[in-house]
């Protein structure tokens, strides 16, 4: 079983960072790939950024360049650092999990909030 816990929202002015963390509570987190996504009141939850076991990474296009994800295969932690966050980033953001054999993420987190006030 997995528990993914968030940390690291907050209220921040357009053009701040922040840092998110999660972190994973199981076994093996070294073959899970971790993402991060975000949804906002009566749209879909988004994929945001994703990072493999080997730390290949993808990041949305709405993103790209703001936003870095890493992980620590020892601390069993993923962090997105998130630079220069505008407003309409303002939404709750879920770490997920899933096994690198699977396409579909298994495991989520309870979100946190972060709001970007312009």
């Known amino acids: 079983q997995v528990e993914l816990a968030e940390s690291g929202g907050g209220l921040v002015q357009a053009g701040d960072s922040l840092r998110l963390s999660c972190v994973f509570l199981?076994?093996?987190?070294?073959?899970?790939?971790m993402g991060w996504f975000r949804q906002t009141p009566g749209k879909e939850r988004e994929l945001v950024a994703e990072?493999?076991?080997?730390?290949?990474?993808y990041e949305a296009d709405s993103v790209k360049g703001r936003f870095t994800l890493s992980r620590d295969n020892y601390q069993n932690m993923v962090y997105l650092q998130m630079n220069s966050l505008k407003p309409e980033d303002t939404a709750i953001y879920y770490c997920?999990?899933?096994?690198?054999?699977?396409?579909?993420?298994?495991?989520w987190g309870q979100g946190t909030q972060v709001t970007v006030s312009s």
């Open positions: 997920a999990a899933k096994h690198r054999t699977t396409s579909i993420y298994t495991y």
């Open positions: 199981g076994r093996d987190f070294s073959l899970y790939v």
């Open positions: 990072i493999t076991p080997g730390s290949s990474t």
